[in-house]
């Protein structure tokens, strides 16, 4: 105990004894424990500045889209730009989205004008005899899409287009109601699939199959009446035969009505170029001034719009369509005719 003691004693002998020789070093020794304490009462350094989208960083993962390296981080990718103007009408054929409709006034993209169809939900057609500017509903984005039906041996020879529609369609002198191009044969450079109406409340068939300057003209003949107008709804159903050369090339049927009025294949299709030309535009139904010559702008409410190639309509489909005036969609949802062949359904209740 008494050698602890004098060891402590010693070591405060000591440090009097260094204080009395170094009073400096005493004085700048406070005066570093003051820095320190300066230093320490600082605030902190400001968090390092991070990127407004850093938060929006997602990791991507290698698989069968290939956006990026497992683990990596990617940028959130921008928002899909605004869509077109104007709507679409869904179609569930086997072209998908390649045979949606579409509608315009005045060469503008529009909104469908929907009303009261046949079966469900129908849309108008505009024109200029109403006081309104003229409409067109065009079907397809891709002409090259409808050379099946002015080209033989492109798809099936076998075509077959059935429709609704309920109002004025006399042209005067005609009036292009489904068209690939020219009613009137305006544009001959260009091959064109057109029924239409004429002068004398009849219809007609104007197949033109361009090789070379004019082409060849397939129809161009009456082949039944018009659809009246009555305030009901019509149906009216087309089918065509390319591969037959004797007869019965075309036959129009209204209300599942076949019209007599027949006409034979002359002269015969011919495989102009390999895959047939591409003709004038998009199918269209009332079309306006490219379609021929001092047309009548009609105004009439359109509806369940099939096309199938490969198949062709019986009088059993006819009649079960037609389903006493009371109509019945062709497609899936209702008699189900030949749905694999419908390269074309729109029933007008589905619009975007």
């Given at each position: 105990?008494?050698?602890i003691?004098?060891?402590?004693?010693?070591?405060?002998?000591?440090?009097?004894?260094?204080?009395?020789?170094?009073?400096?070093?005493?004085?700048?020794?406070?005066?570093?424990?003051?820095?320190?304490?300066?230093?320490?009462?600082?605030?902190?350094?400001?968090?390092?500045?991070?990127?407004?989208?850093?938060?929006?960083?997602?990791?991507?993962?290698?698989?069968?889209?290939?956006?990026?390296?497992?683990?990596?981080a990617?940028?959130?990718?921008?928002?899909?730009?605004?869509?077109?103007?104007?709507?679409?009408?869904?179609?569930?054929?086997?072209?998908?989205?390649?045979?949606?409709?579409?509608?315009?006034?005045?060469?503008?993209?529009?909104?469908?004008?929907?009303?009261?169809?046949?079966?469900?939900?129908?849309?108008?057609?505009?024109?200029?005899?109403?006081?309104?500017?003229?409409?067109?509903?065009?079907?397809?984005?891709?002409?090259?899409?409808?050379?099946?039906?002015?080209?033989?041996?492109?798809?099936?020879?076998?075509?077959?287009?059935?429709?609704?529609?309920?109002?004025?369609v006399?042209?005067?002198?005609?009036y292009?109601?489904?068209?690939?191009g020219?009613?009137?044969?305006?544009?001959?450079?260009?091959?064109?699939?057109s029924?239409?109406?004429?002068?004398?409340?009849?219809?007609?068939?104007?197949?033109?199959?361009?090789?070379?300057?004019?082409?060849?003209?397939?129809?161009?003949?009456?082949?039944?009446?018009?659809?009246?107008?009555?305030?009901?709804?019509?149906?009216?159903?087309?089918?065509?035969?390319?591969?037959?050369?004797?007869?019965?090339?075309?036959?129009?049927?209204?209300?599942?009505?076949?019209?007599?009025?027949?006409?034979?294949?002359?002269?015969?299709?011919?495989?102009?170029?390999?895959?047939?030309?591409?003709?004038?535009?998009?199918?269209?139904?009332?079309?306006?001034?490219?379609?021929?010559?001092?047309?009548?702008?009609?105004?009439?409410?359109?509806?369940?719009?099939?096309?199938?190639?490969?198949?062709?309509?019986?009088?059993?489909?006819?009649?079960?369509?037609?389903?006493?005036?009371?109509?019945?969609?062709?497609?899936?949802?209702?008699?189900?005719?030949?749905?694999?062949?419908?390269?074309?359904?729109?029933?007008?209740?589905?619009i975007?």
């Amino acid at each position: 105990m008494v050698s602890i003691i004098l060891v402590i004693l010693a070591g405060l002998v000591i440090s009097v004894g260094f204080m009395m020789v170094f009073p400096d070093a005493l004085s700048n020794l406070q005066l570093n424990l003051s820095n320190i304490a300066v230093i320490q009462d600082d605030p902190p350094p400001p968090p390092p500045v991070v990127h407004p989208l850093e938060d929006k960083k997602v990791n991507f993962f290698v698989g069968d889209d290939n956006q990026g390296v497992r683990g990596g981080a990617q940028q959130a990718p921008p928002p899909p730009p605004p869509p077109a103007g104007g709507s679409t009408a869904l179609n569930a054929g086997t072209l998908g989205s390649s045979g949606n409709a579409f509608y315009t006034e005045a060469g503008i993209d529009s909104d469908f004008v929907t009303t009261t169809g046949i079966i469900g939900q129908g849309v108008t057609k505009n024109g200029t005899s109403s006081g309104n500017t003229d409409g067109e509903i065009i079907i397809g984005i891709n002409p090259d899409t409808w050379k099946f039906l002015h080209a033989g041996n492109v798809g099936s020879n076998i075509t077959s287009i059935n429709f609704w529609l309920n109002g004025d369609v006399i042209g005067s002198p005609v009036y292009p109601l489904i068209t690939t191009g020219g009613c009137d044969n305006a544009n001959s450079l260009s091959p064109a699939f057109s029924l239409c109406t004429q002068s004398g409340n009849v219809m007609r068939f104007t197949l033109l199959e361009a090789s070379g300057f004019g082409g060849t003209v397939h129809g161009f003949n009456t082949i039944g009446s018009v659809p009246p107008d009555d305030s009901n709804w019509h149906m009216v159903s087309f089918m065509m035969n390319q591969g037959n050369r004797t007869g019965d090339f075309v036959i129009l049927c209204i209300d599942a009505v076949c019209d007599p009025q027949v006409d034979a294949q002359s002269p015969p299709f011919e495989d102009v170029t390999s895959g047939g030309n591409s003709p004038a535009t998009n199918m269209t139904i009332g079309g306006g001034a490219p379609f021929g010559n001092s047309v009548t702008q009609n105004t009439f409410d359109f509806d369940d719009l099939t096309i199938w190639n490969g198949y062709q309509l019986t009088q059993s489909d006819l009649n079960n369509m037609w389903n006493g005036g009371t109509g019945s969609s062709a497609g899936a949802t209702g008699v189900s005719i030949a749905t694999g062949s419908q390269l074309v359904h729109i029933t007008f209740d589905t619009i975007i």
